[in-house]
């Protein structure tokens, strides 16, 4: 992860920090947000005047099938016209087999009355853990220097240590957990926080105290891993360091 702020990207992309934003709350894979914005892209060539009460028809219409509400989902969202938002809300509470669908086409539609209402655009901020609020969820993995893992103490030392370093930056800690030897996070950071740099200090004022933490992390906003994930990554990687250490003493040798 690089040291700049998603904020700072932002501003970086706009020619100047955007004044409105619209983050996705709920936690919802990335490829059905690949998959949602890929087709809205059609929807809006297409414009925005439909017959929303015959659009409302289509969505509770049981014979309509899961490809077509998809559609029709996407056009009431864009349409940007209160009716269509109070559908979009109406399916969501009753369909679970669209709901992540359903949550992004009302996030969608939210944001695009709001920007005509107010005339003024908003960015659309969008993760597959989502956010509260203005911040955004993030995944941590944290790596014990022992095999052994973390003693009570350095539980303690760690949870602490990160719940200070996350809160003093306006964020929140929502869980930790500590399943072998690594400990695994799931926090709320603000959009002009270097994330990097947070985990960073809390780390070597960890380490001040024993060292017990390796120096290297995992951060995303992607998704939370399984363990089972973890462990494999953490598997694979020992075998690309055991290879490059191989290669550097046959070369030795040569």
Known sequence: ??????????SELFDKVPKKFSILQEQIDVATQMEYFEASKSIKEKGKNIDINEYKTKL?????????????LLHLAYCQEVEAYRAIEKFLKSETELKEWATIALQESRMLIESNLLDESQV????????????????????????????????KIIKSEFEYAINNNEGEVEKIEFPENFATLVALFPLD??????????????????????NNFLVTNVKVFSNDEIREMLKNRDEEMDNEIETEIDETED
């Open 193 to 214: 926080s270097d994330v990097h740099i947070v985990l960073k200090s809390a780390l070597l004022e960890c380490n001040q105290l024993g060292n017990f933490l390796q």
């Open 60 to 72: 509770f219409t049981a014979e309509t099938n899961i490809d077509e509400k998809k559609e029709v």
């Open 124 to 155: 659309f901020i969008s993760t597959g853990l989502g956010g509260k609020n203005l911040n955004l969820r993030y995944f941590i993995v944290l790596l014990s220097s022992s095999e052994s893992g973390f003693s009570e103490s350095q539980k």
């Open 1 to 10: 992860m690089s040291d700049e702020s998603i904020f700072g990207k932002l």
